[in-house]
């Protein structure tokens, strides 16, 4: 059977704003991934694009950039889109229908909205139209305050606990010139950050930026011609709309408790040398390492207190400032996590580097249900050699 | 920009009818009983069509809460400070909903009793179910 890898990867320089519109960041992307694997765009037979607000269907996104292609994808899974497209991408490969396929995300700032012509705004779906969005509720920052909230009244999870994540991070950040935001932060300076939404502050909101990622799939074949070691996948796994069936779901629950035994099964989470978990709220990040089983449930803030995340810690955790840190370009921010991944288990991360990084873990979490939390969260095992 | 109405769809007619009256209500499934909100076009659980409004108590408790400071949209901000809360109803499902009135949130705390008051929105046609603490 045909092994899919990941060829290589790149991404744009990050902005907080900018005059491109989002294709044009897109192609510039995957213009600089195909320049990173030295792969010919006329060998490009797939490609994916995370857009949920522009309302060119996929096949037509692939023509305005010149892609005749075998098979296409547009994919709408919130912040989980990118990590998400590139299994997709692993499955069209492994399956014969493609050999070489781009999955690009990103583009401008989303409240632009002069810079994007004809773009929709995203119709979310119709339960938020009717029963959220008229109280003036809505948006991530008051939806992972309801968490947030849930998850310190009942687990006395502190405030200092989840700045230890954005502290950590941003030092992260100060190694990576593509970081937008690399000022020091200290724990006092995101306990003083103002609220949004209380608990959660300003700090705890990642922030939107411009710019796209491109990443490459392709059989292991196809990649023994190029110059740069390609990235295996271990294992992955995804669930969609978690304790949907539930009329007073878990808050606290998420989709990753649905298969996180299937995704360790045959690579452990003792063998997992980092952790790239998508980061919009540090909160998210408690969240994911319990429902991963990292830790206990209702664990996760003392966790946080009792390890140490950082590069040069135990379990070092978003080496490259993650997004929080870097900026979120629209659906591509979830490719940050991966691009890291990548380069870790290369070596190519340079001041970042983590001594020795085979093994780590991708995560992808996108949009947020009516109830519950997460609607999709996916997690990708990837290394440096082949898993067998 | 205009602010964010509930838009009427052949489905939760019957919802924004019980809500003109004053009366929250939610969807029961005749053929498996499931009792369902946000009102969606089938039974989530059986998939069946033989679903009908069924008048709530209208009472719960709050099973997580924020105070909104700076709102996702424009069009609320002259209204901020203002908190949402999520219901757990006294039927056992849940409703997002928001205080009517800010005086609550000081101290609001999970567990705290609510009960249903309405507000009409938009053009006045709609009424919207907001919650009130029940003082003890």
Same mark, same amino acid.
């Given at each position: 059977?045909?092994?899919?890898?990941?060829? $290589? $990867?790149?991404?744009?320089?990050?902005?907080?704003?900018?005059?491109?519109?989002?294709?044009?960041?897109?192609?510039?992307?995957?213009?600089?991934?195909?320049?990173?694997?030295?792969?010919?765009?006329?060998?490009?037979?797939?490609?994916?694009?995370?857009?949920?607000?522009?309302?060119?269907?996929?096949? =037509?996104?692939?023509?305005?950039? $010149?892609?005749?292609?075998?098979?296409?994808?547009?994919?709408? =899974?919130?912040?989980?889109?990118?990590?998400?497209?590139?299994?997709?991408?692993?499955?069209?490969?492994?399956?014969?229908?493609?050999?070489?396929?781009?999955?690009?995300?990103?583009?401008?700032?989303?409240?632009?909205?002069?810079?994007?012509?004809?773009?929709?705004?995203?119709?979310?779906?119709?339960?938020?139209?009717?029963?959220?969005?008229?109280?003036?509720?809505?948006?991530?920052?008051?939806?992972?305050?309801?968490?947030?909230?849930?998850?310190?009244? &009942?687990? $006395?999870?502190?405030?200092?606990? @989840?700045?230890?994540?954005?502290?950590?991070?941003?030092?992260?950040?100060?190694?990576?010139?593509?970081?937008?935001?690399?000022?020091?932060?200290? @724990?006092?300076?995101?306990?003083?950050?103002?609220?949004?939404?209380?608990?959660?502050?300003?700090?705890?909101?990642?922030?939107?930026?411009?710019?796209?990622?491109?990443?490459?799939?392709?059989?292991?074949?196809?990649?023994?011609?190029?110059?740069?070691?390609?990235?295996?996948?271990?294992?992955?796994?995804?669930?969609?709309?978690?304790?949907?069936?539930?009329?007073?779901?878990?808050?606290?629950?998420?989709?990753?408790?649905?298969?996180?035994?299937? &995704?360790?099964?045959?690579?452990?989470?003792?063998?997992?040398?980092?952790?790239?978990?998508?980061?919009?709220?540090?909160?998210?990040?408690?969240?994911?390492?319990?429902?991963?089983?990292?830790?206990?449930?209702?664990?996760?803030?003392?966790?946080?207190?009792?390890?140490?995340?950082?590069?040069?810690?135990?379990?070092?955790?978003?080496?490259?400032?993650?997004?929080?840190?870097?900026?979120?370009?629209?659906?591509?921010?979830?490719?940050?996590?991966?691009?890291?991944?990548?380069?870790?288990?290369?070596?190519?991360?340079?001041?970042?580097?983590?001594?020795?990084?085979?093994?780590?873990?991708?995560?992808?979490?996108?949009?947020?249900? =009516? &109830?519950?939390? &997460?609607?999709?969260?996916?997690?990708?095992?990837?290394?440096?050699?082949?898993?067998? | 920009?205009?602010?964010?109405?509930?838009?009427?769809?052949?489905?939760?007619?019957?919802?924004?009818?019980?809500?003109?009256?004053?009366?929250?209500?939610?969807?029961?499934?005749?053929?498996?009983?499931?009792?369902?909100?946000?009102?969606?076009?089938?039974?989530?659980?059986?998939?069946?069509?033989?679903?009908?409004?069924?008048?709530?108590?209208?009472?719960?408790?709050?099973?997580?809460?924020?105070?909104?400071?700076?709102?996702?949209?424009?069009?609320?901000?002259?209204?901020?400070?203002?908190?949402?809360?999520?219901?757990?109803?006294?039927?056992?499902?849940?409703?997002?909903?928001?205080?009517?009135?800010?005086?609550?949130?000081?101290?609001?705390?999970?567990?705290?009793?609510?009960?249903?008051?309405?507000?009409?929105?938009?053009?006045?046609?709609?009424?919207?179910?907001?919650?009130?603490?029940?003082?003890?």
């Amino acid at each position: 059977m045909t092994r899919a890898v990941i060829a $290589g $990867g790149a991404e744009t320089r990050f902005s907080r704003t900018s005059d491109l519109a989002d294709l044009q960041f897109m192609a510039q992307a995957i213009r600089l991934a195909l320049e990173e694997t030295g792969i010919s765009k006329a060998d490009v037979d797939g490609i994916t694009f995370c857009a949920n607000v522009l309302p060119d269907d996929s096949s =037509y996104m692939a023509e305005h950039l $010149g892609f005749s292609v075998r098979w296409t994808m547009k994919a709408d =899974y919130g912040g989980a889109s990118s990590v998400l497209s590139v299994a997709r991408a692993v499955e069209a490969v492994e399956a014969g229908r493609a050999e070489v396929v781009v999955c690009v995300g990103g583009g401008n700032r989303f409240d632009f909205t002069d810079l994007h012509h004809d773009a929709v705004s995203p119709p979310i779906d119709y339960a938020h139209r009717s029963f959220v969005l008229p109280y003036g509720y809505g948006g991530p920052n008051m939806q992972m305050a309801l968490l947030q909230r849930r998850h310190m009244e &009942l687990y $006395g999870t502190t405030l200092e606990q @989840l700045g230890k994540i954005a502290t950590t991070f941003r030092r992260h950040a100060q190694l990576n010139d593509n970081a937008l935001l690399r000022g020091d932060m200290t @724990l006092q300076d995101y306990l003083d950050s103002p609220l949004i939404a209380d608990p959660i502050r300003k700090f705890d909101c990642v922030m939107r930026c411009a710019g796209a990622v491109a990443v490459i799939v392709t059989s292991e074949e196809y990649a023994k011609r190029l110059a740069k070691p390609p990235v295996y996948i271990g294992a992955y796994q995804e669930q969609h709309s978690y304790g949907a069936n539930d009329m007073s779901p878990d808050k606290l629950e998420t989709g990753f408790v649905a298969f996180r035994d299937k &995704l360790f099964e045959r690579i452990p989470r003792e063998e997992m040398d980092f952790l790239q978990l998508y980061d919009d709220y540090p909160i998210a990040i408690v969240a994911q390492l319990e429902d991963l089983g990292f830790c206990k449930r209702g664990e996760g803030g003392k966790f946080i207190e009792d390890t140490d995340i950082s590069i040069w810690g135990d379990l070092p955790i978003n080496t490259s400032g993650g997004i929080l840190s870097i900026g979120q370009p629209r659906l591509g921010g979830g490719y940050i996590p991966l691009i890291e991944a990548m380069r870790q288990v290369r070596g190519e991360a340079g001041p970042r580097q983590i001594k020795d990084a085979k093994t780590g873990l991708v995560s992808g979490i996108g949009l947020m249900s =009516y &109830l519950s939390n &997460l609607v999709i969260t996916c997690g990708m095992i990837v290394g440096k050699e082949p898993f067998e | 920009m205009t602010r964010p109405t509930p838009k009427t769809v052949p489905w939760d007619r019957d919802f924004w009818a019980n809500a003109e009256r004053g009366v929250l209500s939610a969807q029961r499934c005749d053929d498996c009983g499931r009792l369902q909100h946000y009102p969606k076009p089938v039974c989530s659980e059986c998939l069946g069509a033989n679903i009908r409004f069924e008048a709530l108590s209208g009472r719960g408790e709050v099973y997580s809460f924020t105070t909104v400071r700076r709102p996702e949209l424009p069009e609320f901000e002259a209204e901020a400070p203002y908190t949402v809360v999520d219901v757990l109803l006294d039927e056992g499902i849940r409703f997002l909903s928001r205080l009517a009135d800010e005086q609550d949130a000081p101290g609001l705390k999970l567990g705290d009793k609510l009960t249903t008051v309405f507000k009409p929105v938009g053009d006045g046609t709609k009424h919207l179910p907001y919650f009130v603490k029940v003082r003890d």
